[in-house]
């Protein structure tokens, strides 16, 4: 069973940038796809970034698309998100997961296994 920790969250103002990382233990990450969540008050949770096995291809919701980077270090068995031109609603929670396949599915709903998430707070 893999164990997810997220790190690099913060306070930030807005038009500034955070990176997050998440670290994987207990197994490699190497065969499945990643993906960043995040959860504001009193929403739901949403997808915003995620990446196949091999790093080659990346999806974006719309509300991060151009703003945001996913990548993967599958020799240290790392998943970042670059976050840049932060806005005030970027503030949530954020939380890495591992999909149960190399690739995700066009729903974003297979992530089997989630870390505990990392604060962001992006201040106006």
């Known amino acids: 069973q893999v164990q997810l920790v997220e790190s690099g969250g913060g306070l930030v103002q807005a038009g500034g940038s955070l990176r997050l990382s998440c670290a994987a233990s207990?197994?490699?990450?190497?065969?499945?796809?990643m993906g960043w969540f995040r959860q504001a008050p009193g929403k739901e949770r949403e997808f915003i970034a995620a990446?196949?096995?091999?790093?080659?291809?990346?999806y974006y919701a719309d509300s991060v698309k151009g703003r945001f980077t996913i990548s993967r270090d599958n020799a240290k068995n790392l998943v970042f998100v670059q976050m840049n031109s932060l806005k005030p609603e970027d503030t949530a929670v954020y939380y890495c997961?591992?999909?149960?396949?190399?690739?995700?599915?066009?729903?974003?709903?297979?992530?089997?296994?989630w870390g505990q998430g990392t604060q962001v707070t992006v201040s106006s």
């Open positions: 997961a591992e999909s149960r396949y190399g690739r995700p599915g066009p729903a974003f709903d297979d992530f089997d296994y």
């Open positions: 990446i196949t096995w091999s790093g080659a291809t990346t």
């Open positions: 207990g197994r490699s990450i190497d065969r499945y796809a």
